[in-house]
């Protein structure tokens, strides 16, 4: 049996309906080798944006379809980030900043790591500087409770992490991707967090990621 739905930041979901109709499907025999397929035109209108595929799978009957135990949560955190960020617009830049009464303001590493500690489900960076969360990105990219996806250029979305290079270490800074050539970041003393132009930025890109985990439901 296999279900899968959809759900939003507020966790509102929505099913796919499979092409017999159902919210269900049921591999007979379970030797895998049916077309399964969705139907063509599934959107659902009360998702404005998909954070995470609920996919649910269990023996048993038709009369089972609607109570699959076995869940697996496959989360998109970077767009929850990019939203947590965009919140934090108008902070001033503080080098090891992470917008608390202790340490106030932000930098650029602060900026990602304060986004994306906020989300529900989300295990937390285990690492501050932007240097070493492209460190970690680099060698974290088996699907896992918390991993990194690297994307090309080509591919980037709202919400990838973008590494550059400075003239100071191999990365020094991260910024998110807005799209239409802008980034969201906490740039350099003297600015607040905000959307600008990437071409404005002092630095070469290095690499880009997008942030995704799984979480197992009992």
């Known amino acids: 049996m296999l279900r899968i739905s959809a759900h939003d930041f507020d966790h509102q979901g929505s099913a796919f309906i499979f092409p017999a109709g159902d919210a269900y499907y049921i591999h007979n025999g379970g030797n895998g080798t049916h077309e399964v397929g969705l139907k063509s ?6 998702i ?10 269990q023996n048993g009957t038709a009369a089972q379809g609607v109570h699959c135990t076995q869940v697996r949560e496959i989360w998109n955190w970077s767009m929850i980030g990019h939203k947590n960020a965009m919140g934090k617009r108008g902070v001033p830049y503080v080098l ?7 340490k106030p303001g932000l930098d650029c590493s602060g900026l990602v790591k304060v986004a994306y500690d906020a989300i529900a489900h989300f295990p937390g960076w285990p690492v501050r500087r932007a240097v070493d969360m492209w460190r970690w990105a680099e060698s974290h990219q ?4 918390f991993y990194a996806k690297s994307v090309a250029w080509s591919d980037l979305k709202v919400g990838d992490l973008i590494f550059y290079k400075t003239t100071s270490e191999d990365v020094g800074h991260v910024a998110f991707w807005e799209g239409d050539g802008n980034v969201l970041d906490a740039l350099e003393p003297g600015t607040e967090v ?20 799984v979480t197992t439901v009992s």
């Open 48 to 57: 404005g944006n998909i954070n995470h595929l609920r996919v649910q799978v």
């Open 194 to 213: 905000a959307v600008h132009p990437e071409g404005g930025l002092r630095n070469v890109r290095v690499a880009a990621f997008r942030i995704l985990g």
């Open 96 to 102: 090891g900043g992470e917008d608390t009464a202790a």
């Open 41 to 46: 035109n599934w959107n659902p209108t009360a």
């Open 142 to 145: 088996t699907p896992s409770k």
